[in-house]
Antibody, heavy 118, light 107 residues
Framework: QVQLVQPGAEVKKPGASVKISCKASEYTFNNYRIYWVRQAPGQGLEWMGRIDPSSGDTTYIQRFQGRVTMTRETSTSTVYMELSSLRSEDTAVYYC???????????WGQGTLVTVSS | DIQMTQSPSSLSASVGDRVTITCRASQSISTYLNWYQQKPGKTPKLLIYASSSLQSGVPSRFSGSGSGTDFTLTISSLQPEDFATFYCQQSYDNPWTFGQGTKVEIK
């Protein structure tokens, strides 16, 4: 069964950075892009960007440009999303999701709750 | 960015009811439209992809239709486990934007 495993939670201070991992298993890692979506408390889903594990190519949403970096480590089938200069508004659950051909997100990680608080 | 607008934002329905949720795109997206279900505290689950294709394992009471700018998710007979928030998502162009969600509650 396809799995995307994320850490459960992170607590960070304003101005700090957070780096969240997403470890994929039970499928060919290089064949599917990984997308990052976040959800603030009580709010909807917000697409942040994506990475192609085979090439490392990335696409980020405009409003996160300069603050977000997505990388991958093919030896461990893991993708990382780093968000810098954290502020309280970045408090959210961050999901990684597999993007399959046909353009949809068919498998999702369990989400990582990032709390930004002084 | 392509804007996705869902209606209604919430609805109350009874078990057995037929429920319809609509999603409108700010420009034509062909059939690059997906629907997700999210229960409180849970991960989004893909229900429908490419406007009308049922994801494996999803009950047949869920169906989707539409093309261009107007799309519909229909639940033919609402079941107790269907009470959740539903999101549409366009995958025609980056960023893959979501609708604001439709919360389906028990009447």
């Amino acid at each position: 069964q396809v799995q995307l495993v994320q850490p459960g939670a992170e607590v960070k201070k304003p101005g700090a950075s957070v780096k969240i991992s997403c470890k994929a298993s039970e499928y060919t890692f290089n064949n599917y892009r990984i997308y990052w979506v976040r959800q603030a408390p009580g709010q909807g889903l917000e697409w942040m960007g994506r990475i192609d594990p085979s090439s490392g190519d990335t696409t980020y949403i405009q409003r996160f440009q300069g603050r977000v970096t997505m990388t991958r480590e093919t030896s461990t089938s893991t993708v990382y999303m780093e968000l810098s200069s954290l502020r309280s508004e970045d408090t959210a659950v961050y999901y990684c999701a597999r993007g399959r051909s046909g353009s949809s997100n068919d498998y999702w990680g369990q989400g990582t709750l990032v709390t930004v608080s002084s | 960015d392509i804007q996705m607008t869902q209606s209604p934002s919430s609805l109350s329905a009874s078990v057995g009811d037929r429920v319809t949720i609509t999603c409108r795109a700010s420009q034509s997206i062909s059939t690059y439209l997906n629907w997700y279900q999210q229960k409180p505290g849970k991960t989004p689950k893909l229900l429908i992809y490419a406007s009308s294709s049922l994801q494996s394992g999803v009950p047949s009471r869920f169906s989707g239709s539409g093309s261009g700018t107007d799309f519909t998710l229909t639940i033919s007979s609402l079941q107790p486990e269907d009470f959740a928030t539903f999101y549409c998502q366009q995958s025609y162009d980056n960023p893959w934007t979501f609708g604001q969600g439709t919360k389906v509650e028990i009447k």
